[in-house]
């Protein structure tokens, strides 16, 4: 064969690859298109009705199914048990692969599978990440009731805090507290969720709770306004924005140890009100869902029905969340050592 030839042959052969891909990309959108036509989607919530994780999630799943190629109708399904990881193993397990199934669970779900959590029966970095709507910093606070005033307080005396799961960040927090900062924090377990617990505090069964700063502003906006509760703690590696006078648990940490453990166990809150599908989905059909939840997040609609629960974007992508769950894996052993003794 001549130089020529083999040149013209070349290109053709460029030309051929080019068109392949320019007719697969049109024909794979309107494969997940084709896929998710008339289909009905679940959103498994990972905790029971009225708190702020099960309205975001419901809101996201009014919303999002306008934006997945081939409009599905997306429902809600409230999953609640042992602070989200009934609804994490279900999602890694035995929920359908075919990304017909979204999930929102505790933040602290992918550091509790790193720490060795018994009941752990998934792998946070092999679900399916599809973006996140905000962080999440997490409050404990008590009644107006309470003679506990500060923090300090908190290490002096006995004070009882409403809880769910030992699982949940709503048990967790506190009791990392009482371990590293040596807190005096008694957690009363059993309510089925942040709104039991929070009416149980207003009854006087607890003096206080612990739960994420958005469940109190989507619920109770009046309580800080009226002095109802007074807010002694956050949980979060900087202070947010409506706190700025509240210490963060990470700076309550005396010595370099402490604070270093303290900002692994609170990193949770940057995974925040986060959403996923199961594993082993076909890449096209993830990529359609983060595509879509990243067009829900600046929707107006969407925008609209969050602000009227008093919440807030600071969105990351599903790629990006990916990135952040996969780097629990590159933490030194040491430092997860410690943690899983204060877990235990």
């Known amino acids: 064969m001549t130089r020529l030839s083999l040149t013209i042959a070349t290109r053709f052969a460029v030309l051929a690859v080019v068109a392949t891909a320019v007719i697969a990309a049109p024909a794979q959108a309107e494969d997940v298109a084709a896929f998710y036509a008339g289909k009905t989607m679940r959103m498994v919530i ?41 609804a994490a193993n279900y999602m890694a397990n035995t929920a359908p692969k075919d990304g017909t199934m979204l999930a929102a669970v505790s933040q602290g779900i992918p550091l509790e599978a790193k720490i060795g959590q018994s009941q752990v029966r998934y792998d946070p970095s092999k679900f399916n990440w599809i973006g996140r709507i905000a962080a999440s910093a997490n409050v404990t606070f008590v009644w107006k009731t309470s003679k506990i005033m500060t923090i300090q307080d908190a290490m002096q005396h006995e004070v009882t805090l409403g809880a769910t799961g030992a699982a949940s960040t709503v048990a967790l927090y506190p009791n990392v507290m009482n371990e590293v900062l040596k807190t005096k ?49 956050q949980h979060s590696l900087k202070r947010h924005p409506d706190l700025q006078n509240v210490p963060t648990s990470v700076e309550l940490a005396t010595n370099d ?12 809150a940057e995974v925040g009100k ?66 899983q003794a204060i877990y235990k």
Do not use: C
């Open 46 to 86: 990972g905790y029971p009705p009225g708190g702020s994780n099960d309205i975001y999630a419901r809101i996201v799943a009014k919303h999002i199914g306008r934006f997945i190629p081939g409009s599905p109708t997306v429902i809600s399904q409230n999953m609640p048990g042992a602070g989200s990881l009934v």
């Open 185 to 233: 924090f008694k957690l009363v377990m059993g309510y089925k969720g942040s709104a039991e617990a929070m009416l149980a505090m207003q009854r006087g069964e607890v003096e206080g709770h612990s739960t994420t700063w958005e469940a109190v502003q989507a619920v109770h906006s009046d309580w800080t306004k009226n002095g109802d509760i007074r807010i002694l703690v």
């Open 257 to 268: 140890d402490d604070r270093a453990v303290m900002r692994l166990i609170m990193s949770a």
């Open 274 to 339: 986060a959403y996923f599908t199961a594993p082993e989905v076909p890449a096209d059909r993830v990529a359609a869902l983060r595509r879509a939840f990243d067009k829900m997040i600046k929707d107006p609609a969407f925008v609209k029905d969050l602000i009227a629960v008093h919440g807030e974007v600071d969105a990351m992508t599903g790629e990006d969340l990916q990135k952040q769950i996969a780097e629990l894996d590159t933490i030194p052993a040491p430092l997860v050592a410690r943690a």
